[in-house]
T-cell receptor
Framework: AQSVTQLDSQVPVFEEAPVELRCNYS??????LFWYVQYPNQGLQLLLK??????LVKGINGFEAEFNKSQTSFHLRKPSVHISDTAEYFC??????????FGAGTTVTVRA | KAGVTQTPRYLIKTRGQQVTLSCSPI?????VSWYQQTPGQGLQFLFE???????NKGNFPGRFSGRQFSNSRSEMNVSTLELGDSALYLC?????????????FGPGTRLLVL
């Protein structure tokens, strides 16, 4: 079974500053990795995904993530955040069983 | 294309009652999964349906059940509701073709059990 650890539960950041959200996973086999964002009172929206190929993946809204197999990490980054990026972010992993395992989430609060 | 839709969006029930939630996947998507989100346990997988068959199941009691219809729409049922069943229930659909691992989520149904 795979598990996901999001190392920061809360990340406060000033507008236009960079942000990094850390995600580590544990699995003995190859996995597929995802980042989702959840705005208040909404469902989950896919930000980006890693299935195979290039380890640097770009997503929507200026986000990108880097898959590091040796460190079993999939950290999410954005070089300059906006107020509208205030949300909860979830890292998730799945294998061929199509069952997503989620991290506990990281709440990002962007301040002016 | 319309996204995943879930009805109702909000629901209030009392302990002991049963509830049915509905999910319509993105057109052409054949796989539907259900997840429960609570502050204490986070996001947890309930089950997945594909071609009207339950293909995978999470670690939930038998009070939680589901089904899928021939048009891929899915329903989830919870019987004998408990206070701890209060949660946001999310439905996700997936094309279910080769290399189609991405799940697309609906807005969720927020269930409050009193």
């Amino acid at each position: 079974a795979q598990s996901v650890t999001q190392l920061d539960s809360q990340v406060p950041v000033f507008e236009e500053a960079p942000v990094e959200l850390r995600c580590n996973y544990s699995s003995s086999v190859s996995v597929y990795l995802f980042w989702y964002v959840q705005y208040p009172n909404q469902g989950l929206q896919l930000l980006l995904k890693y299935l195979s190929g290039s380890t640097l993946v770009k997503g929507i809204n200026g986000f990108e993530a880097e898959f590091n197999k040796s460190q079993t990490s999939f950290h999410l980054r954005k070089p300059s955040v906006h107020i509208s990026d205030t949300a909860e972010y979830f890292c998730a992993v799945t294998r061929d069983d199509y069952k997503l395992s989620f991290g506990a989430g990281t709440t990002v609060t962007v301040r002016a | 294309k319309a996204g995943v839709t879930q009805t109702p969006r909000y629901l209030i029930k009392t302990r002991g009652q049963q509830v049915t939630l509905s999910c319509s996947p993105i057109s052409g998507h054949r796989s539907v999964s259900w997840y429960q989100q609570t502050p204490g346990q986070g996001l947890q997988f309930l089950f997945e349906y594909f071609s009207e068959t339950q293909r995978n199941k999470g670690n939930f009691p038998g009070r939680f059940s589901g089904r899928q219809f021939s048009n891929s729409r899915s329903e989830m049922n919870v019987s004998t509701l408990e206070l701890g069943d209060s949660a946001l229930y999310l439905c996700a659909s997936r094309p279910a073709g080769l290399s189609e691992e991405t799940q697309y989520f609906g807005p969720g149904t927020r269930l409050l059990v009193l």
